[in-house]
Each structure stands twice: as C-alpha cells, then as structure tokens.
C-alpha cells in the first residue's frame, strides 16, 4: 500500500514562497516506474497540474507553463520524499494542493495515489 | 495543450437508473504504437482527494464497481454508470495523460434525482 502524506504550512503571505513536502511509503521516490506529480485544485481553475518528477537512470522534471518560472519540485532520496516551492505566490495561487503518484504501466496507468491535500491560502 | 471539456456539468438520475457522462479531447490521446487511449476517470467526495475509476478509456481500477465503466477512443469518451446508488454520488473528471501538460475536464457534479 502506498501511502502519501503532505506537511507545510496553511498560510502564504503574498510575494513569499509557498513550501510543501510529500513523504513517500511503500513506494520510492527513484522508482524506476513512478512519476512524483503536484497538481493544485481551486474553485476558479478546477484541477490544475503543476509539474512532476521522475527517474529513468537520471532525474526528469516537466513543469506546466503557468506556472513553471516560479516553481520547483525536487526529488529527496535519503528521506524518500519529493517538494513543491512556488516563488512570488499572489492570491492565484490559493488552492488545495496534492501531491500524486502516477503509473504509465500496461498494468495500471493514470494518478493512482494521492496525498491527503493541502489548503494554501496566499494572504497577508 | 490538450483540452478536456466534459458535459453536462451537472447531472440527476433517479436511483437505479443510468448516469452518462461524456469527455471530449481536443486532439486524439490514441497512441497507434500501443493501441491505448490515454485517458482516465475520477470520482471526488467532498473533502477527498479524487478517486481513479478507470484508465486506459476502459480498464477499471481494482476494487471499482462493474457497474462502473468506460468507452470511446481517439477524441470521444464516455463514463457509465449503470445502477445508480447513493454512495455514487460524486464530482467525477476526465483527465488526458497522453503528454504533459496534462490536463482534466472541468467536471461533471452527478446527483440523485
């Protein structure tokens, strides 16, 4: 069973960074089969994907153009986890935010696990 | 970029009955290499994350109802749900996974009649 839990802070002030850790079991970060997505949900956008990380002999990361100037996701091995940091967050950028395995396996395909969510709200 | 329109966006059905929901893609998700449709379904409750139903347009996750299922291919897709219980009730999505960005319909809110 995988399991993802997301931590970080509720509450941004505008201008700042937004920081958000995914803390991965029964699945590693280096899976050879596994992409690490971050996708965000809000009433004005819907279900929004913001990026992912992954690793095929090296790291890979694909970023959606909203968002991809501001953002980085970066993958840490020794505590099997991956983060989100989204620079210069406006009131936009208010949503819940999840964290999701996804498979492209003949077997299984799609965003198959997902974290708990997390409500960011951006304001001073 | 992919884009993923659903209709209706809402939708009541007696208890029982059929619930239809349909995604339309913009551009083809069918990969002639494999003869896969990239595409998914969701179902999201409230204060949950969203829950894979199906992917590759027809393949139904483990654990998910038969009364559960997917159709179509290329640009068309279709979700079904045959039997409409009350847990059923739902938000439910389609999403393309067939290059990044990826990207979900708008969503379609399923309740009873």
């Known amino acids: 069973q995988v399991l993802l839990l997301q931590s970080g802070p509720g509450l941004v002030k505008p201008s700042q960074t937004l920081s958000l850790t995914c803390a991965i079991s029964g699945d590693s970060v280096s899976s050879n089969s596994a992409a690490w997505n971050w996708i965000r949900q809000s009433p004005s956008r819907g279900l929004e994907w913001l990026g992912r990380?992954?690793?095929?002999?090296?790291?890979?990361?694909d970023y959606a153009a909203s968002v991809k100037s501001r953002m980085i996701i970066s993958p840490d091995t020794s505590k099997n986890q991956f983060s989100l940091q989204v620079n210069s967050v406006t009131p936009e950028d208010t949503a819940v935010y999840f964290c999701?395995?996804?498979?492209?396996?003949?077997?299984?395909?799609?965003?198959?696990?997902w974290g708990q969510g997390t409500l960011v709200t951006v304001s001073s | 970029d992919i884009v993923m329109t659903q209709s209706p966006d809402s939708l009541a059905v007696s208890l029982g009955e059929r619930a239809t929901i349909n995604c339309k893609s913009s551009q083809s998700v069918f990969y002639s290499s494999n003869n896969k449709n990239y595409l998914a379904w969701y179902q999201q409750k409230p204060g949950q994350p969203p829950k894979k139903l199906i992917y590759?347009?027809?393949t139904r996750e483990s654990g998910v109802p038969d009364r559960f299922s997917g159709s179509g291919s290329g640009t068309d897709f279709t979700l079904t749900i045959t039997g409409l219980q009350a847990e059923d009730v739902a938000v439910y999505y389609c999403?393309?996974?067939?290059?990044?960005?990826?990207?979900f319909g708008q969503g379609t809110k399923l309740e009873i009649e």
């Open positions: 990380t992954y690793y095929r002999s090296k790291w890979y990361y």
């Open positions: 590759w347009a027809s």
């Open positions: 999403q393309h996974y067939y290059s990044t960005p990826y990207s």
């Open positions: 999701v395995r996804q498979m492209n396996l003949i077997t299984t395909a799609g965003f198959d696990y």
